[in-house]
C-alpha cells in the first residue's frame, strides 16, 4: 500500500512541477520582454549614449553556453545510472554558473570604471538599463544556482538515476532558460544601442 502512495506522489509531483517551472518562465520572460521594450522606447528620447560592452560579457556568454552543455551532461548520465559522472558534470556547471556570475560583477567594474553609472550623478538610461537588466538576469541566475546546488548535493547522495529525474530535468530546463535568456539579453544589449 505505502509503494502505491509514493507512486502516486511521484506521478502527482511530475504533472505539477513542469506546468509550474513553464509558468514561472513564462512570467520572467515576459518581465524582460517588457523591459527591453521600455529600452527601447527610452532610447528614442534623444539622450541616449553609446558605449561598448565589456569584453567580460562575451566571456561569461561562451562560459553560460559551455554550462549548458555539462547541465546536458548531467541528465545524460543520471539516465545511464552513471553516478560519478552525475557528480562531475553537476560539479562542473556549479563552477561554470560561479564563473559567469564573477564574470558579470566585474563587468560591472568596468563600467563603473568607464563612467557608466547605474543611477546618480552622471548616469544615463543607457547605463541604468544595462545594469537593470543584466542584475535582474543575474538574480535569476542565483535561483538556478542554488537549484544547482540541490542538483549536486543529491547526485552525491546517489538520488538520481533512471527512474528519479525530475529535479535534473526541472534544473536542466531553468539552466537552459537561463542561458537563453542571457544570450536575447547579449545580442539585444550588442545590437540595440
Given at each position: 500500500?505505502?509503494?502505491?502512495?509514493v507512486e502516486e506522489k511521484?506521478?502527482?509531483?511530475?504533472k505539477t512541477a513542469k506546468?509550474l517551472l513553464w509558468i514561472?518562465?513564462?512570467?520572467?520572460?515576459?518581465?524582460?520582454?517588457?523591459?527591453?521594450?521600455?529600452?527601447?522606447?527610452?532610447?528614442?528620447?534623444?539622450?541616449?549614449?553609446?558605449?561598448?560592452?565589456?569584453?567580460?560579457?562575451?566571456?561569461?556568454?561562451?562560459?553560460?553556453?559551455?554550462?549548458?552543455?555539462?547541465?546536458?551532461?548531467?541528465?545524460?548520465?543520471?539516465?545511464?545510472?552513471?553516478?560519478?559522472?552525475?557528480?562531475?558534470?553537476?560539479?562542473?556547471?556549479?563552477?561554470?554558473?560561479?564563473?559567469?556570475?564573477?564574470?558579470?560583477?566585474?563587468?560591472?567594474?568596468?563600467?563603473?570604471?568607464?563612467?557608466?553609472?547605474?543611477?546618480?550623478?552622471?548616469?544615463?538610461?543607457?547605463?541604468?538599463?544595462?545594469?537593470?537588466?543584466?542584475?535582474?538576469?543575474?538574480?535569476?541566475?542565483?535561483?538556478?544556482?542554488?537549484?544547482?546546488?540541490?542538483?549536486?548535493?543529491?547526485?552525491?547522495?546517489?538520488?538520481?538515476?533512471?527512474?528519479?529525474?525530475?529535479?535534473?530535468?526541472?534544473?536542466?530546463?531553468?539552466?537552459?532558460?537561463?542561458?537563453?535568456?542571457?544570450?536575447?539579453?547579449?545580442?539585444?544589449?550588442?545590437?540595440?544601442?
Amino acid at each position: 500500500m505505502n509503494t502505491i502512495l509514493v507512486e502516486e506522489k511521484k506521478i502527482v509531483r511530475e504533472k505539477t512541477a513542469k506546468p509550474l517551472l513553464w509558468i514561472g518562465m513564462v512570467s520572467m520572460s515576459m518581465l524582460f520582454a517588457g523591459l527591453t521594450s521600455a529600452y527601447v522606447v527610452s532610447q528614442g528620447k534623444g539622450d541616449w549614449i553609446r558605449f561598448d560592452l565589456p569584453q567580460l560579457f562575451y566571456i561569461s556568454t561562451a562560459i553560460i553556453m559551455i554550462s549548458s552543455v555539462t547541465m546536458n551532461w548531467t541528465l545524460a548520465s543520471a539516465k545511464k545510472n552513471n553516478y560519478k559522472n552525475v557528480r562531475i558534470a553537476a560539479l562542473i556547471t556549479l563552477i561554470l554558473g560561479l564563473s559567469f556570475m564573477v564574470c558579470q560583477f566585474k563587468a560591472w567594474g568596468v563600467l563603473h570604471e568607464s563612467k557608466i553609472y547605474f543611477t546618480g550623478k552622471g548616469s544615463n538610461n543607457a547605463g541604468s538599463f544595462l545594469y537593470m537588466l543584466t542584475f535582474l538576469h543575474l538574480l535569476h541566475m542565483v535561483g538556478g544556482f542554488i537549484s544547482l546546488s540541490v542538483v549536486w548535493i543529491n547526485s552525491i547522495g546517489k538520488k538520481y538515476n533512471a527512474e528519479n529525474l525530475l529535479g535534473i530535468k526541472l534544473c536542466a530546463i531553468f539552466w537552459h532558460f537561463l542561458d537563453v535568456l542571457w544570450i536575447y539579453l547579449f545580442l539585444f544589449l550588442l545590437f540595440v544601442r
